[in-house]
């Protein structure tokens, strides 16, 4: 008589372990989404919510109510991007001055030839309880007011990222980073892509649909995941391009 005992075992156990990993939430999300985008009412649906017209009424009601930049940026991502998917090539006065603001002050992550060590807080702390011990707090003064600088490993003086994370939220989180490049007129054009971006790109465990966050919506919390389940689900939602030109003398925002 064959013994099938391990090969039962094998088997099962590899099933068991197929389906433990299995995320059956995110499967029936994904499935009945497919289905649902696949169907005639999800078309209708879809054509309804990203036409040009409704896009353009969308607008019209977002300028009416005044919503902050950063809402109806979101709001045009979930609805179908731009009016004819165009670029957007024109922003508002306060984004600019913020804009200008960050490159004045230089913040460009990449061309920082010195920046804070990682290890900063450690030190720190270890300088805390150094001065409580010995009485000598020259090291936690030293780290205090002058930092733990190191040289930056990704150190490049031609790359363009500038960072608005130290300016008003309507900007930083309606553009976050971008790249702001000199052109030939003498000023400088910003790019960038309005999309959500993925869990792993910022180190964090792969998106869940219709539970907890998505990272790059942390600031909306639930509200905005959900929000972005409900989209993708529909398949309306719409990266958007950037594409503004800033003049050598852009207004009262100069370079």
Known sequence: MIDLSKAKEKLFGKAFAQNKDRDVITDLYDKSGEMFRDSFLGKL???????????TQRDNLLNTFRVPEHYKAF???????TVGNKDITTLPENLKKDIVESHNKSFYPYQQELISSPKFMEMKEAAMKEAALTGDDSSYQALKFGGAMIPNP?????????????TSKPTKYTLGHVQFKPNEAGGYTL????????????????????RGYQSDLREGGRLAARLYDLSKFLGV?????YNVEFGADDGKYKF
């Open 75 to 81: 709001a045009q991502y979930l609805t179908g991007g």
């Open 45 to 55: 649906t879809k054509k309804a919510i990203t036409s040009d017209f409704t896009k």
């Open 191 to 210: 790019t960038d892509t309005y999309k959500v971006d993925p869990n792993e790109s910022f180190g964090h465990e792969k998106y869940k649909p219709l």
């Open 154 to 166: 990704n150190y490049d003086p031609k790359n363009y990222l500038l960072s608005t994370y130290m």
């Open 237 to 241: 939602n719409q990266p958007m391009k």
